[in-house]
Every structure is written in C-alpha cells, then in structure tokens.
C-alpha cells in the first residue's frame, strides 16, 4: 500500500509561482514513478508531468512545458511540482498518482488508469488576481 498526499495549493496571482509537493508514505515509495495531473473545472483530468522512480527522466506535457518543473527527493518520499508564471488555465485541482514499472527510467504523462496503483487526494490551486 502506498499512501499520497499533496499540499502546497491555494490562490496564486497570474504570473506568480507556487510549490505543490506530493509526500508518499508505505510501502517502497522510492520504486514507484509519479505523476502530477489536474483537472479543471468542467474538463476530464490530464496529465501534466511526471517523474521516474530514479529521478532521471521527467516529462511534461506540451501546454506546460517551460513553465513546470518536477523534482523528486527520495530521502525525503517526496515529490515537487513547482509552477512559474501562473495563469488563468492553470486553475485546476491538482493530484498525484503513483505507477509502478519494471523500469527505473520510465513515466508518461499519458499514463491511463491501468497504469495507475495509487492517487492522492488533490489540492486546489486557483488563479486569479
């Protein structure tokens, strides 16, 4: 079992920055890749970016690349989503899921349910000035 929560969500100005984290907690945290995803209001949930379980391979969706950074500190089960240059369409309540895969250096954004063993609970970041 392995149990996620995030934080760092809130009301941010458009142009501003904040920090989500993810912290897991159970069962071997470190073998598992994460992903951040959001869902806005009235639209499905997708993934933004996404971190190996090694840490060495991030990927980003196209809509946010530059803007977003994902961090991953092993010693610590805790996995970093940090937003630059906040905008409007990126309110939006923000999870972390978990994936196990047999490879270290491997995570999608475009990772399905199937993939997915664990979910947090989401945080809600909200844009507005």
């Known amino acids: 079992q392995l149990q996620l929560v995030e934080s760092g969500g809130g009301l941010v100005q458009p142009g501003g920055s904040l920090r989500l984290s993810c912290a897991a907690s159970?069962?071997?945290?470190?073998?598992?890749?994460i992903g951040w995803f959001r869902q806005a209001p009235g639209k499905g949930r997708e993934g933004v970016s996404c971190v190996s379980s090694s840490g060495d391979i991030t990927n980003y969706e196209d809509s946010v690349q530059g803007r977003f950074t994902i961090s991953r500190d092993n010693a610590k089960n805790t996995v970093y989503l940090q937003i630059h240059t906040v905008k409007a369409e990126d309110t939006a309540v923000y999870y972390c899921?978990?994936?196990?895969?047999?490879?270290?250096?491997?995570?999608?954004?475009?990772?399905?349910?199937?993939?997915?063993?664990?979910w947090g609970q989401g945080t809600q970041v909200t844009v507005s000035s």
């Open positions: 899921a978990a994936s196990h895969y047999l490879q270290d250096n491997y995570c999608s954004v475009y990772a399905n349910e199937g993939e997915i063993s664990y």
């Open positions: 159970g069962l071997s945290p470190e073998k598992y890749a």
